[in-house]
């Protein structure tokens, strides 16, 4: 059931955002002083949250993973590099 809360709670905030991205995605923007999140980071939290990352690749000022909760429900979320704040998330 936890599982299940925190995949949702995880989609809900991908999907604040809009459907399709593109490059000028604000949220993906550069921060100011050049600064960048670390991916172990990203990738450390969607494991404390019980997802098994496979792939986090640096993309147009985010990062772009792909991930597997517990269950076996794989996602596709794409984090900006400045700040590591969730921009979008779905189900693969």
Sequence with gaps: MRTIIM????LAAGLAGP????DSDSRCAPSADGR???AS??????????????RIKAEHGCYEVRAVN??????KAVYAQATGEL????LR
């Excluded at 980071?41 to 496979?54: F, I, N, P, Q, T």
């Excluded at 921009?87 to 779905?90: D, L, P, S, T």
């Design 7 to 10: 995949t949702t709670a995880l």
């Design 41 to 54: 980071a990203v990738s450390k939290g969607l494991e404390d949250l019980g997802y098994r990352v496979s």
């Design 87 to 90: 921009v979008r998330a779905r």
């Design 70 to 75: 517990d269950s076996g429900f794989p996602i």
């Design 19 to 22: 459907a399709l991205a593109d």
């Design 36 to 38: 960048t999140f670390a």
